[in-house]
């Protein structure tokens, strides 16, 4: 085999993690709930390149530049090195390793991209060095995936709704099964501008935040809430915990040292309007991750009206519209 494409999609996370109580083995300190977004996916082919004996990683930005990650620019960028090392030394393999990665989406501003990357790039790095009991087993593939430096990516692995489960030192992703529950999931550009810090920055900070014990004594109980609404397609309840979970999570983030401002001034006047439209009947939620831009869940039944309004709000720039959808795989 020379040459494995894989599809991964980002992810939103309804209970959020922000902190690491292992920052080598990427740990958090809890588990977390999110659903994949079924058109902000990255695409991801790997290849041996018997040209050269170091790998290289070329990033497709969505709007057509080109990047070739540097390892040394970023925490991030190193980690994905590391896994390509990683995944070939487990495979007692040798050869170099070329890959040329998409994104159909705005990266490194608040829509997972590194949860999409991270699953694509290990997904493709195992198929491609044969690594079978990885690839059957989603246990072991997500511990693994969790290395490339993004706990999320193990989410993006999952289909529709996934959890990121932390019994102690052990941390893999799951399955969240529900019957049909239809959630649509519209992300809203407000700044498609890459954050000034990144969430492997970020997570360094979090226990600086008096608010993180807080967060850490709430997170199981709400954890619960939230699964418990998702089995019982409880969309008001589930709405109502997952803007808890966000405004708990930036509320660290505000107060850690020094404090992280990932929301904006555009990003608060869509939970102000989200809560207006709440209030007239459309029922939506908001939820914001590491980044500026908001995303707005809501039922089938208001996208319409929901996306005619969000058009019509002066600061929004465009709109990706999202459904539950298959996690990482091989095309
Ligand atoms: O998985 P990381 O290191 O990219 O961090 C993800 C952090 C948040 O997106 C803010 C929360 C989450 O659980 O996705």
Redesign the pocket.
């Known amino acids: 085999m020379k040459q494995v494409t894989a599809v991964a999609p980002a ?3 309804f209970i ?3 902190g690491q109580k292992d920052k080598e083995k ?1 740990l ?1 300190y809890h588990g ?1 709930i ?1 659903m994949n977004l079924s058109n902000c996916l990255t695409t991801t082919t790997a290849r041996f390149n018997k040209q050269v004996t170091t790998d290289e990683i070329v990033l497709t930005h969505y709007d057509g530049k080109i990047e070739i990650l540097n390892p040394e620019e970023s925490i991030k960028n190193k980690k994905l090195y590391e896994q390509i090392n990683r995944i070939r030394n487990i495979a007692q393999r040798t050869e170099s390793i070329s890959i040329q990665t998409h994104n159909s989406f705005p990266s490194k501003c ?1 829509i ?1 991209s ?2 999409s990357g ?1 699953a694509a790039l290990t997904l493709a790095l195992c198929k491609i060095f044969e690594l079978n009991k990885y690839l059957t087993n989603l246990k072991k593939l997500s511990a693994l995936t969790r290395l490339c ?5 193990m ?1 993006s692995l999952c289909d529709g709704f996934g959890e ?1 489960v932390v019994e102690g030192d052990k941390c893999y992703a799951q399955n969240i099964k529900l019957s049909d529950l239809t959630l649509v999931n519209i992300v809203v550009i407000v700044d498609p501008e890459a954050k000034a810090s990144s ?2 920055d ?2 360094l900070l979090a226990e600086t935040s008096p608010f993180f014990a807080a967060r850490l004594g709430q997170v199981e109980q709400q954890l619960e809430y939230c699964k418990e609404a998702l089995n019982h397609q409880d969309f008001t309840t589930l709405g109502t915990i997952i803007e808890q979970d966000c405004i708990s ?1 930036h509320s660290v983030m505000m107060t850690s040292t020094p404090p992280l401002y990932y929301w904006n001034h555009k990003s608060f006047i869509i939970m102000e309007a989200v809560k207006q439209w709440r209030s007239e009947g459309i029922e939506s939620y908001f939820t914001i ?2 980044g500026a831009n908001v995303h707005v869940l809501c039922e089938p039944k208001h996208l319409a009206e929901l996306t005619e309004k969000l058009y019509a709000t002066a600061c929004v720039q465009d709109l990706i519209i999202n459904q539950p959808c298959q996690g990482a795989h091989i095309i």
């Open positions: 992810n939103i996370a959020k993690y922000w990427i958090p977390s999110s608040g997972a590194s949860a991270g430096g993004s706990a999320s990516a989410r990121i969430s492997s970020g997570h999570m991750d590491a």
